[in-house]
């Protein structure tokens, strides 16, 4: 079990809003931030999100990150079929490791 | 435009060493941190570690006894080495480049542990 928590799915039709958390501890989330990353299948994973909310360059702006306290939040809108994908979030903790989520498998329906 | 591309055996025995390459190309081995993820098939991702500056090392706490991360300058690479391989070792081995911001990734190479 991770100990950054992702809920295991998450699903929306196309076009909507749909908004993925990552929860946290005052050793990781509450003092370090957080980057997202996008997993198609059977690819490599990919930045998408760095340092709580900046984008990387290519990412389209419909990709969004915020950070409050212990946790993190990826949004995406006017959601498209090629978003369909898993989405892992990722912050140093305190103990001196790279934690990941659990990660959240995204369904476009 | 920075490329990684890992490398290494597919296959190997449960208690054996596994040694995995990483090449990188657009980058300078020298000058970026380098990282190891793997990902156990259909689960997700584990940070194993990373080097930077040449030599100095950060590992995941819970795999620190088993594993070392090393560079070599002369031909632009990363190395993994992950001793006393056990079933819960199968997974992609992925090399990125950074500390976190993972921003660069190879295209990963399965490790397969048998018995």
């Known amino acids: 079990q991770s100990v950054l928590t992702q809920p295991p799915s998450a699903s929306g039709p196309p076009g909507q809003r749909v908004t993925i958390s990552c929860s946290g501890g005052?050793?990781?989330?509450?003092?370090?931030?957080v980057n997202w990353f996008q997993q198609l299948p059977g690819t490599a994973p990919k930045l998408l999100i760095f340092s709580n909310n900046q984008r990387p360059s290519g990412v389209p702006d419909r990709f969004s990150g915020s950070k409050s306290g212990t946790s993190a939040s990826l949004a995406i809108s006017g959601l498209q079929s090629e978003d369909e994908a898993d989405y892992y979030c990722a912050a140093w903790d305190d103990s001196l490791n790279v934690l990941f989520g659990g990660g959240t498998k995204l369904t476009v329906l | 435009q920075v490329q990684l591309q890992e490398s290494g055996p597919g296959l190997v025995k449960s208690s054996e060493t596994v040694s995995l390459t990483c090449s990188v190309s657009?980058?300078?081995?020298?000058?970026?941190?380098w990282s190891w993820i793997r990902q156990p098939p259909g689960k997700g991702l584990e940070w194993i570690g990373y080097i930077y500056n040449n030599g100095v090392t950060k590992y995941n706490p819970s795999l620190k006894s088993r594993v070392t991360i090393s560079v070599d300058t002369s031909k632009n690479q990363c190395s993994l080495t992950l001793r006393s391989m056990t079933a819960a070792d199968t997974a992609v081995y992925y090399c990125a480049r950074g500390d976190l911001k993972f921003d660069y990734w190879g295209q990963g190479t399965l490790v397969t542990v048998s018995s």
């Open positions: 005052t050793s990781n989330i509450g003092s370090h931030t």
């Open positions: 657009g980058a300078a081995i020298s000058r970026n941190y």
